[in-house]
């Protein structure tokens, strides 16, 4: 992942180094349980964890000459190791370690990426709670529909990630395999009770039938998830962006001392936290397909899945971290513009009560078409109409004049009604 996207604290877990010495912590710790089964000298681990080390440099040098990464290490490891470096990597293959080792990887990241999911919820439960009570538009095709909370929006914002915690607490044991069975998975060459005490050791479990490979089902789950934790905070970033429109202004981004719009139009205030936010998504959702192609390997396996890899999950665990950092600030500081909310909601005579007209003119008796009819009408008749109020319309229609009093008239425009069952939710949520 290029820079501009990539936060220290999950970089790290991907970077090189990290790479590196998660394949000598698998490295040792088979060793480790190689000894405690007595297949090789404890003194021999003894001298392997004093002197294991490996020099980044030197293991591109070598790959340039064997034209494989793992020897290549291992070769470098040897160079610090000495003669009883000839019990590392002692009958497994490739596999072994480098899928390993990238479970060790996936879970270290998970843990980061909870960890900011759970401050995402917290942000938006707070916010929800600020306004439970602010009212405004509900919209639906992007047009006025009936009048909602800011809060209630919200809430179903922090329902979703609510459900995102728990698909990634339950996806967690999922991704927490490693295996150490040997080529093709056999065990031909490794005892299976060493899979079972290197896992222990790594608070891995032993995946159950591995083949050269740990199956990549379990990498496209991951993948997946992410990816639809990316179409979640898109989501949002839609709502925002489109809240944040000229002719709607009901919220804005936090605009910055300094911040500049447009290097051509001074007065532009753009949504621009939240439109990175909406392409970030396109690339983890294309990286999920990426991971679901590689399930498909032939027969034990291949590498083709490898080199996707190398680039799908240190992308997307690095961009999904950003995603959580950048869209728990972008709800803290979003402006919330409760006065426009207002004026929104109340364009053309409040012509958003329309319902609440039609089902106090049936339970007078009308006819539900009857009813409707008239209501449609004197709506249409304000609606983008230069001064069109519908409240007006339908307070001096006889027809509806015959059947509601000038009390029942206002009730029908009262926006509290719509709202008199929220606390349901809020309370489901803890809002």
Known sequence: MIERYTLPEMGELWNDLAKYKTWLQVEIAVCEAQAELGYIPPAAVDEIKAKADFDPDRILEIEAEVRHDVIAFLTSVNEYVGDAGRYIHLGMTSSDMLDTALSLQMVASLQVIKTHVENLIQAIRYRAQEHRDTVMIGRSHGIHAEPITFGFKLAGWLAEMMRHRDRLTHLEDKIAVGKISGAVGTYANVDPRIESLTCQKLGLRPDTASTQVISR????????????????????????????????????????????????????????????????????????MAALENVALWHERDISHSSVERVILPDSCILIHFM?????????????????????????????????????????????????????????????????????????????????????????????HHLRNLDDVYQRLGI
């Open 324 to 416: 959580l950092v950048e869209t728990t600030n972008l709800v803290k500081k979003l402006l919330v513009y409760p006065e426009n909310m207002q004026r929104n909601m109340n364009v053309y005579g409040g012509v958003v009560f329309s319902q609440r007209v039609l089902l106090s003119l049936v339970d007078k008796g009308l006819k539900r078409e009857e009813a409707y009819e008239i209501v449609q009408s004197l709506a249409h008749q304000a609606w983008n109409t230069a001064g069109g109020d519908f409240r007006a319309l339908v307070s001096g229609n006889d027809r509806v004049q015959a059947h509601l009093s000038a009390t029942e008239i206002d009730a029908c425009f009262d926006p509290n």
């Open 217 to 288: 089902d379990i990498h496209a789950e991951f993948m997946n998830a992410l990816a639809l934790l990316a179409a979640s905070i898109e989501r949002f970033a839609v709502e925002i962006r489109n809240l944040q429109r000229t002719d709607v202004l009901e919220v804005e981004e936090f605009f910055s001392k300094g911040q500049k719009g447009s290097s051509a139009m001074p007065h532009k205030r753009n949504p621009i936290r939240s439109e990175r936010l909406t392409g970030c998504a396109r690339i983890i959702r294309g990286n999920a």
